[in-house]
């Protein structure tokens, strides 16, 4: 079957730190996968997405490359703001038919001053 | 303009009582969603219509009921409700079932049953 794997919360780190946040999939054929982000209080947002091999996607300085051969689609960040806690979700969306999202279990990030 | 809006924000109500969730999207996307995400974040998927037609449904009590009056709207009612169903429940939308488009999401609706 289909499901993602993150590395597990929280994660605390001090501004201007460098964020990894680890994503594993398993599924069938090639999913498009996604990042998404949820700040205290609010639903979920894209953060960014990459629908095939070698894609990168980038958003407020956030990036992840499709990297199908591992399987992973890393978050990373080169300089975290405390504007940046939050949850960050890893999903893929498994192709073919209808295209079913699995969410990860979210990874907590606390970035302190 | 939101672009996904579910209401009330907050509902606090007694076990038992039967309650509904409001949601509307007015992106045009062709799909919509219901999520429930628990106390530790996990999200998981209960519902999902496209163009008004019930296309997942997953193992959820049948005291929950969506309904879908037109591709815009997806309300959830919930029947005999009970300590467990306590969580945040999430409204998403996405252009087209089939294609990899990303989701928006409503701000949620956190459901205390006391």
């Known amino acids: 079957g289909n499901s993602v794997t993150q590395m597990e919360g929280p994660v605390t780190l001090s501004e201007e730190a460098f964020l990894t946040i680890n994503c594993t999939y398993t599924a069938t054929g090639y999913p498009s996968l996604f990042w998404y982000v949820q700040y205290p209080g609010e639903g979920l947002q894209l953060l960014l997405k990459?629908?095939?091999?070698?894609d990168k996607g980038s958003n407020k300085g956030f990036e992840a490359t499709y990297r199908k051969e591992t399987t992973s689609f890393h978050l990373e960040k080169g300089s975290v703001q405390v504007s940046d806690s939050a949850v960050y979700f890893c999903a893929p969306r498994h192709s073919g038919g209808y295209q079913k999202v699995t969410f990860g279990t979210g990874t907590k990030l606390q970035v302190i001053p | 303009d939101t672009a996904v809006s579910q209401t009330p924000k907050y509902l606090v109500t007694q076990m038992g009582n039967d309650k509904s969730i409001k949601c509307e999207q007015n992106l045009g996307h062709d799909t919509m969603y219901w999520y429930k995400q628990d106390s530790k974040k996990f999200l998981k998927i209960m519902f999902s219509y496209n163009n008004k037609e019930l296309i997942i449904n997953e193992t959820v009590p049948n005291r929950f009921s969506p309904k879908s009056p037109d591709k815009a709207h997806l309300n959830l009612h919930i029947n005999s409700l009970e300590l467990g169903d306590s969580a945040v429940y999430f409204c998403?939308?996405?252009?087209?079932?089939?294609?990899?488009?990303?989701?928006?999401f409503g701000s949620g609706t956190r459901l205390t049953v006391v």
């Open positions: 990459a629908t095939k091999a070698d």
């Open positions: 998403a939308s996405s252009q087209d079932l089939r294609l990899p488009h990303g989701y928006t």
